[in-house]
């Protein structure tokens, strides 16, 4: 009885143990993610197809632009911009392996206000 007892303890801690390993290192999976700047922009990244588009929703004489950063050295790997002319802008980028990445989307006044995505990498 008391070997029941302790199989029965120890298979709960192993799966207890388990449940909390997989939600504390689930990773930053692409997706389809998106950010907006105040009333002025958006930025998309569209899984399916690894296509990044901006969109400037203010018709105010300033666009806004969006680069995307490698998280391990923040470092720029391009901006897209969009502004002054009709629909959005669009840019198709593979994102694969483990390399984690972010957007950055600005209004394109110099020192407007800035908004960053979470990061996010291919699975």
Request: aromatic residues 8%; glycine residues 10%.
């Amino acid at each position: 009885m008391k070997m029941k007892n302790v199989v029965r303890s120890t298979a709960g801690l192993a799966v207890a143990l388990g449940t909390v390993l997989a939600l504390g290192t689930s990773p930053a999976y692409a997706a389809n993610k998106s950010i907006t700047l105040n009333n002025r922009g958006t930025a998309t990244f569209t899984d399916s197809g690894d296509k990044f588009t901006v969109c400037d929703t203010n018709a105010d004489g300033h666009g806004v632009q969006m680069s995307l950063y490698r998280v391990s050295d923040n470092k720029i790997m391009w901006t897209i911009t969009d502004g002054g002319d009709s629909g959005c802008d669009s840019k198709t980028y593979d994102i694969v392996g483990s390399t984690q990445y972010y957007m950055h989307l600005c209004w394109s006044v110099p020192g407007a206000a800035c908004v960053k995505s979470s990061n996010f990498r291919e699975s």
